[in-house]
């Protein structure tokens, strides 16, 4: 039986009508979803409110809070210190759940953060390290957040220098005109000093970058400093005064500039402060 183009007309209306009231109550079941979830978050049951806030988003794909929501609510369960198999699965999924974010948006500085972070928790430093290392190579990001990546980065090799320059059998103290010096002396395990000095290279390489691509971050230029200290034990360890000195120099050049740097961003700050309202004294 042949239908008029009246009656397809009308089946077609009917479809739009029903599919859009489909539509509609899928969103209102999404809303109430989100409430429930809010709710249970609220009074700390943190895997019915994840449950809550999936049922949302399967209800209305288009929901752009549920994403956060599911993920600060796994996140939420996981447990800080404590390494049992179930805990860190509790914690790969939080993280997964912040990098679905990340991947629909980039730039989303709370869920890189937060990836980062969780990984630390996690004590898995290979991840965090590639996690900065991508960061610092993105150019899609602005330059200040790829030096602070570099800048945690070079952190890491001033902490591995650091632990080899200063443990007691590689230095001896000194008084003299009423100072103590600290004179530093080369580990008995060359392999030490091999470690030691590759880990203050990478870091003064990648403390210069981050200075290059934000010239006016202090810690970028903290970490300068650092690593050039670190690099001016090596010298005198091996011997080389000269290299020493030179070294010392920039290092001292880096601290003043830092030092600017940051009494600039604390009288910025203080400007800020005396311009926003106070509020009225109660």
Not at 118 to 124: H, I, V
Request: glycine residues 4%.
């Amino acid at each position: 039986m042949k239908l008029s183009r009246i009656s397809i007309a009308a089946l077609l209306a009917a479809l739009v009508v029903t599919s859009g009231g489909c539509a509609l109550v899928n969103r209102v079941r999404a809303k109430n979803a989100l409430n429930e979830g809010v709710r249970a978050y609220r009074e700390g049951q943190f895997a019915e409110a994840e449950q809550k806030f999936r049922q949302a988003y399967e209800f209305d794909p288009t929901e752009k809070n549920a994403p956060l929501f599911i993920a600060r609510s796994i996140q939420q369960q996981y447990k800080p210190g404590v390494n049992t198999p179930e805990n860190i699965e509790v914690g790969n999924r939080a993280i997964a759940a912040y990098q679905d974010i990340l991947n629909k948006d980039p730039a989303n500085e709370g869920a890189y953060s937060t990836i980062v972070y969780l990984y630390g928790q996690m004590k898995n430093d290979d991840k965090v390290t590639q996690m900065l290392t991508q960061r610092a190579s993105m150019t899609s990001i602005p330059p200040e957040k790829r030096a602070e990546a570099l800048v945690i980065l070079a952190s890491k090799q001033w902490q591995c220098s650091y632990d080899i320059t200063e443990q007691k059998e590689n230095k001896s103290t000194e008084e003299k005109g009423g100072k103590v010096l600290i004179h530093y002396k080369k580990p008995a395990n060359q392999a030490d000093f091999d470690k030691a000095n590759q880990c203050a290279t990478q870091g003064l390489q990648l403390a210069e970058q981050a200075v290059s691509l934000d010239p006016n971050s202090a810690n970028a230029w903290t970490q300068k400093a650092n690593l050039l200290r670190e690099k001016s034990k090596l010298a005198e360890m091996s011997g080389d005064a000269k290299a020493k000195e030179d070294l010392d120099n920039q290092a001292t050049q880096a601290r003043e500039t830092q030092a600017k740097l940051a009494a600039a961003d604390q009288k910025k700050k203080e400007a800020e402060a005396a311009a926003s309202p106070t509020p009225p004294a109660s």
